[in-house]
Nanobody, 122 residues
C-alpha cells in the first residue's frame, strides 16, 4: 500500500487546515487508517484513527473536539480537518494504514506516508 499525504502548510493560531491522504495498491484488506504526528525533538504521537469496517473514529485527548477524521465514501482516502489550531499542533503529520487491526499504537499500522508539515504560527 502506498500512501500520499498532502495539505500541510503555515497556519495562524486559531486557524484551520485540512490534510488528505490517498491510498493505492493492496487496499482491499485494510482495517484502519489514521494520523500520527511528530513535533521537533519529540516522538511520534497518535492523533486520530478511523475503523475501515464500521467508520468509528477515535481521537487523542489533545485534539478531541478540534480535529475530525473522515473517509471518502468508496475511496481509499481519508481527511483530517484541523480547527482551532494551536502552536503546539506544529508537527509533521503522517498518514498510516493498517491491515492487521485498529488502534492508537504505531505498531498497529504497517503502511506509512511521507509526512506533511503543519506549522502553526503568527
Amino acid at each position: 500500500v502506498q500512501l500520499q499525504a498532502s495539505g500541510g502548510g503555515l497556519v495562524q493560531p486559531g486557524g484551520s487546515v485540512r490534510l488528505s491522504c490517498s491510498g493505492s495498491g493492496r487496499t482491499f484488506d485494510l482495517k484502519a487508517m489514521g494520523w500520527f504526528r511528530q513535533a521537533p525533538g519529540q516522538g511520534r504521537e497518535f492523533v486520530a484513527t478511523i475503523n475501515w469496517n464500521n467508520g468509528k473514529a477515535y481521537y487523542a485527548d489533545s485534539v478531541l473536539g478540534r480535529f475530525a477524521i473522515s473517509r471518502e465514501n468508496g475511496q481509499n482516502t481519508i481527511y483530517l480537518q484541523m480547527n482551532s489550531l494551536k502552536p503546539e499542533d506544529t508537527a509533521v503529520y503522517y498518514c498510516a494504514a493498517g491491515s492487521t487491526g485498529w488502534g492508537t499504537f504505531p505498531e498497529v499500522y504497517n503502511y506509512w506516508g511521507q509526512g506533511t508539515l503543519v506549522t502553526v504560527s503568527s
